[in-house]
């Protein structure tokens, strides 16, 4: 019934992985979901001083590569590593030095981050005011750069400032002096020139040339780089990307939390009414007037009174109000503290802008060993015989079952008597195994349907042979693991025919893989 295979390297295949081998014999690959970013936030604890748990680091994928970063909801944080210097200097939850802060957070969805640097002999260590945060430039830049590794689909945006005083500044006791005190604003830009060296092809080219600022790209230009949004306090004009600062909410000394509030969701609501997709905000929600009014927790999270909990403030406030309000981008938003559910909030507003993720030739793997179509949300099933002799048969689709009968349930094996290359049967639970007909010898071409059969043990059996490559299959919060089933043969995708895709009995069909 099966024609030859090709012979070893005729055909360069995707190489399948150990890891991937071991769960798809036991039971398949389980659907991984984002757990709490499916969730809204409620309470004061989903707003403040909770990031969650480390679930978010590629909510970026399912956004569509042609949207404008100003046409983005982005959250981000305010004074970024501000984990050290008591109460009045601390603005975030702390996760550690030497920048692993930073991966702490964009693990949880951060996205902007906002750097302080003092310069010393050369070099940019990491300051609030005259306070080391115990970390340095280079710890910035090496976990930026090992995130969008392991995460290519997303970016980072960085607001960089020049922290110190310069010589013949006047400021308060707290603020900080480079070293020496004499440098100058051109030497600052010279040694941030000599970090991007140092690190190619880290940073958006565009954002650093320094000749010019460059103009708003979208976010398949970006994906994989920091790109710098601005670089604030050293006369750098010609750094960072246009209007960062152009619609900008940093009312640092509002009066109260109440009053902040009141500041942050006038910019936001202008984020979200505003018609032009151009048009970039970026609203702090951050404010501190210590040490005679509030501290940064307190505008945060609330002020505690006679030892009671943190009643809310602005986050509370803010992931209330985006929650309430679903549509329209609110733009680039600087918090301290936030909670996960205030990050969930701001990501949420790029509902508009999520591609589908479904693909007919991607399938998820559920504990139930059930084979799902992304696209088309149904179960590959061992259909009927072709004769009475149930040597093989059709396979077809139907709508998934809560109680999954057994003709909709399929398993990955490794033949263990030939074929050491790594190659899967998909088999049926009558152990019969997933089959390109045979076509004379000829491998048959896209949308031929596919049937089971007696399983194979000879060296020609490639027709029955598959490859397991994993893949990420976008969702409005991020990604769920997939995977592509591509056969030995023919080098053709598990699919679904289009035009029987919404009838019970439909065809599974084999098509030309898709490029990603």
């Known amino acids: 019934m099966l024609g030859p295979t090709p012979r070893a390297g005729s055909r360069r295949r995707p190489r399948p992985l150990a890891h991937l081998m071991t769960v798809c014999v036991a039971l398949g690959a389980a659907l991984l979901t984002p757990t709490a970013a499916e969730a809204a936030g409620s309470t004061n604890d989903d707003a403040y001083r909770n990031l969650g748990a480390p679930d978010r680091n590629e909510w970026m994928w399912g956004v569509a590569s042609d949207t404008r970063l100003s046409d983005m909801s982005i959250p981000g944080t305010h004074d970024t590593l501000s984990i050290h210097g008591g109460n009045y200097v601390e603005t975030q939850e702390n996760y550690g030095d030497s920048g692993q ?27 609030h005011a005259s306070y080391y945060q115990k970390a340095n430039f280079d710890d910035v830049l090496r976990n930026t750069r090992n995130f969008l590794k392991a995460n290519p689909h997303e970016t980072i945006v960085m607001r960089l400032k020049a922290e110190c005083l ?10 900080c002096k480079n070293e020496p005190d004499n440098v100058t604003k051109e030497q600052i830009r010279s040694t941030f020139d000599t970090y991007v060296k140092e690190y190619p092809g880290l940073f958006y080219d565009a954002s ?13 230009d970006v994906r994989g780089k920091l790109v710098l949004a601005s670089f604030d306090n050293a006369e750098a004009d010609g750094y960072g990307i246009e209007d960062f600062n152009s619609r900008t909410e940093d009312t640092w000394n509002a009066a109260d939390p ?9 910019n936001v609501n202008k984020a979200m ?16 007037t210590v040490p005679l009014g509030f501290a940064p927790y307190e505008y945060a999270g609330g002020r505690v009174y006679s030892n009671k909990p943190q009643t809310g403030g602005v986050n509370l406030w803010l992931m209330q109000h985006l929650n309430d ?3 329209g981008r609110v733009g680039f938003v600087m918090m301290d503290y936030p909670g996960w559910g205030l990050v969930n909030a701001i990501i949420d507003h790029n509902a508009d802008k999520f591609v589908s993720g479904g693909n007919r030739m991607f399938w998820t793997v559920n504990k139930d060993k059930t084979y799902v179509n992304s696209l088309y949300g149904r179960c590959m099933v061992r259909g009927p015989e072709f004769d009475d002799s149930k040597t093989g048969g059709l396979v077809t689709q139907r709508a998934c079952q809560s109680d999954a009968p057994s003709s909709h349930q399929w398993e990955a094996s490794q033949p ?44 020609f059996s490639g027709s029955q042979m598959w490859n397991i490559v994993p893949t990420k299959i976008a969702t409005p919060t991020g990604s769920m693991d997939g995977f592509k089933f591509i056969n030995n043969w023919t080098g053709m995708c598990l699919s679904m025919d289009p035009a029987t895709a919404d009838k019970s009995g439909g065809k599974v069909t084999q098509e030309t893989c898709p490029k990603k």
């Open 416 to 459: 263990k008597s030939f074929d050491p290359k790594g190659h899967f049967w998909i088999k049926a639970s009558n152990g019969k195994c997933l089959t390109v007909p045979y076509n004379n010898g000829n491998p048959p071409g896209s949308g031929t349907q596919l049937f089971w059969w007696d399983c194979e043990t000879r060296w």
């Open 166 to 175: 310069y010589q013949g500044e006047k400021g308060a006791l707290t603020d």
């Open 258 to 266: 109440g009053v902040k509030w009141d500041y942050v969701k006038k």
């Open 325 to 327: 309000r679903k549509a």
């Open 273 to 288: 009414d505003s018609p032009s997709p151009r048009d970039l905000f970026t609203t702090y929600t951050s404010a501190s």
């Open 208 to 220: 650093v040339k320094g000749n010019r600022k460059a103009g708003i790209p979208v976010l398949g």
């Open 101 to 127: 802060m930073l991966r702490a957070q964009y693990d949880r969805g951060i996205r902007a981050i906002d750097i302080r640097v003092r310069s010393i002999g050369g070099k940019f260590t990491i300051h």
